[in-house]
């Protein structure tokens, strides 16, 4: 296959001779085995892997034909790791979607080209599992056609009985064997090959540069190969040309064609997409290029622990030269970059980081090769990184830099967890900032009011990862438990009520009496009190005392123990004792007019609301609208997006979206997504008062 190991790695000279491809598709496709075909030394049968990977996978080869240096990675499968499949798009300047022979192109799939195509990421598909029963090859193009447009067969597969025997290039006319001998076709083959070659030269001319191609070719001359060729990989080096190529991931048959696209046809860094690049705090735009010798501007993708070097940092270098040794600026101010909070994910101000060793990863579970330095374009590790976490930027300490980040996927799914023993609860807390350090999708809130640990996650897998984690890694049992809703109390009617406080005990005693007159306000008009009182019954001094103490009364609650708002509490009359009248004993007696006047028909009890905006493709539709139903919403309207979606707002109980995430995804096929904000509160039905609050 003429690509090298760790033991002859060599370094690229310039960013000329790198390649950064990532490979996406759903789990179960064979982008592992493909991995490690595309990076190993010599094609040869490899465990094909379960690909219930939930990080990242990479390995650099070098390219001994071209000695360009090939850095590929593989990225999980499943959609609760979205967040790692965006990373390794930033990681990369070019893109292989792997497409399952008889299991279609799923959604998830559908959405990351539509990003791919938004930025104009060159790509490929690669076709697998043609030798499965239900398999189709002519299929698996016309739903590409239809799915990714300008996609077009350079090669067919030739499938006998359940095994794939051969691959057949249209351009060249010739087929690869599955021995890995190649020969010419026979007129026959050319004979049944005519019209799928003919539609792959047309598509060339319509995407070539050189207008002559295509009257030359109408008028029956016999266009140059290489010439074909050589539009052909400019034409797929700026997107505007999608090949299908057929792989055989655990044999390896197609991979060597593979690798030629990638190397000969996708872009260097020099030539790609480098992401938007300003100051730290924003304001002025930077421009940079992969250019060794400029300012260092790269990107942290990855932060994973290491049993035997602890804190390794995967890094995009995107312009400048990064060396060991090297004292470097941290900018990572995501909550400003995003425009909303981040909790756990602090942003970095003034950090300096010194780097330790830089290595290159390379096929095998854990090879690396060290590195003095890394030039523009390298994707490499990088060890002792403290403060540094994943999407951070690091620069020149005297020219610092903020890369925008990529994609963030908003964490959706709660749940709530805490240390099955106490004596754990310390140790929990650490584990969850250093699992939050490397994946900036989960998100952490400590809700005081329900005194729960809440984990908010991208879904199910993602949940069942984190808590592997923390037993495996960090040896830390942990339990789930239903997050808890965040309710209030509100009165719903005029009550008048009297407070009344007198102790005597020798001495001074206690003597406070309050007359208050409570109502409802309208929700979100919050508190207000109002001071009626005349003639001195309630002296002036003790005036802020009663306000104090119905403001503490409402926040510890009145019935139920939730904060009660939206009230207007009226104080009208009282009495006060010369000696025995204080602070205290006023603000005791106002508080106890609030729990005296409170009961069943005076107070209700209010849940959170959420604003929701649901993105689905238009034939779920109908299916999304009748689970609203359920779910005690308001739907506000539906609105088409273009591209098959329509968009449906409503406003949705927030006890009614803990499991939204999972359920969207069944009810749609997995073409749903959706954003939440809160809205206000609302009147809890009584049924699910008591279920609540049980």
Avoid at 626 to 655: C, F, I, K, N, S
Wanted: charged fraction near 25%; include cysteine.
């Amino acid at each position: 296959m003429n690509r090298t190991g760790a033991s002859s790695f060599r370094a690229p000279s310039s960013p000329s001779e790198i390649r950064n491809v990532v490979l996406v598709g759903p789990q179960g496709t064979g982008k592992s085995a493909l991995l490690a075909q595309l990076t190993s030394g010599q094609l040869g049968h490899v465990k094909d892997a379960e690909e219930a990977s939930t990080a990242l996978g990479v390995a650099s080869t070098v390219h001994e034909g071209t000695g360009t240096v090939v850095t590929v990675v593989d990225t999980p499968g499943r959609p609760d790791f979205v967040g790692d499949v965006r990373a390794g798009l930033r990681a990369a300047d070019a893109v292989v979607f792997v497409v399952a022979a008889g299991s279609g192109i799923d959604e998830a799939t559908r959405m990351l080209w539509r990003e791919c195509e938004g930025v104009g990421v060159p790509r490929l598909i690669a076709v697998t599992q043609l030798e499965l029963a239900r398999a189709d090859f002519d299929s698996v193009v016309a739903q590409c056609r239809r799915v990714f447009g300008a996609a077009v067969p350079l090669a067919v597969p030739v499938v006998e009985g359940q095994e794939l025997t051969g691959i057949v290039e249209l351009l060249d006319e010739v087929r690869h064997e599955a021995d890995g001998t190649t020969r010419s076709l026979t007129d026959d083959e050319r004979a049944e090959i005519e019209t799928q070659r003919g539609e792959l030269v047309e598509a060339i001319i319509e995407t070539s540069e050189d207008e002559t191609l295509l009257d030359r070719y109408l008028s029956g001359e016999e266009l140059d190969r290489e010439a074909l060729r050589t539009d052909l990989r400019a034409a797929i080096s700026t997107a505007r040309f999608f090949p299908i190529v057929v792989v055989n991931p655990p044999t390896g048959m197609g991979v060597t064609r593979l690798l030629d696209i990638v190397v000969n046809a996708f872009p260097s860094p020099d030539q790609a997409w480098l992401p938007t690049v300003t100051d730290p705090a924003g304001e002025e735009l930077l421009e940079i290029s992969a250019d060794p010798a400029g300012p260092l501007v790269s990107q942290v993708v990855r932060t994973t622990t290491d049993p035997y070097v602890g804190r390794l940092s995967l890094v995009r270098i995107f312009s400048g030269t990064l060396s060991s040794g090297d004292h470097l600026h941290v900018s990572g101010h995501l909550e400003r970059v995003l425009g909303r909070e981040l909790p756990g994910h602090p942003g970095h101000d003034e950090d300096d980081e010194r780097v330790g060793q830089i290595m290159t990863p390379v096929p095998g579970a854990t090879s690396t090769v060290p590195r003095d330095s890394a030039i523009a374009g390298e994707l490499v590790l990088v060890t002792k990184l403290a403060s540094a976490e994943t999407a951070d930027t690091l620069s020149d300490t005297d020219r610092p830099a903020l890369a925008e980040p990529w994609l963030l996927p908003e964490p959706l799914l709660p749940v709530a967890i805490r240390a099955t023993a106490s004596k754990d609860e310390d140790k929990l807390a650490g584990a969850l900032q250093r699992l939050l350090s490397e994946d900036v999708t989960l998100r952490l809130e400590h809700n005081a009011e329900t005194h729960q640990v809440v984990l908010w996650t991208l879904g199910p897998a993602q949940v069942d990862d984190v808590l592997e984690q923390l037993r495996s890694r960090y040896n830390v049992a942990v339990e789930t438990e239903p997050v808890k809703t965040s309710l209030r109390e509100t009165f719903v009617r005029k009550v008048q009520v009297q407070g009344r406080l007198v102790k005597q005990s020798g001495g001074h005693g206690q003597y406070a009496v309050v007359q208050l007159e409570i109502e409802p306000l309208e929700r979100g008009a919050g508190f207000e009190f109002v001071d009626k009182v005349v003639g001195g019954a309630v002296p002036r001094q003790f005036i802020p005392s009663v306000e104090k103490g119905v403001r503490n009364q409402l926040a510890e609650g009145v019935l139920a123990g939730y904060p009660c708002v939206d009230v207007r509490v009226t104080l009208r009359d009282g009495k006060a004792h010369s000696v025995d009248s204080s602070d205290m004993a006023f603000q005791t007696a106002a508080g106890m007019a609030l729990r005296e006047a409170a009961n069943e028909s005076t107070v209700s009890l209010l849940e959170p609301v959420d604003a929701v905006e649901i993105t689905v493709a238009d034939e779920y539709v109908g299916a999304v609208m009748a689970d609203l139903r359920g779910r005690r919403a308001q739907v506000y309207g539906t609105e088409p997006v273009g591209d098959g979606h329509t968009v449906v707002r409503a406003e949705v109980p927030e006890h009614e979206l803990a499991r939204y995430p999972i359920d969207l995804r069944s009810i749609s096929h997995g073409s749903g997504t959706f954003t939440r904000s809160f809205a206000r509160y609302d009147y809890l039905p009584a049924a699910l008062a008591r279920e609540l609050t049980g």
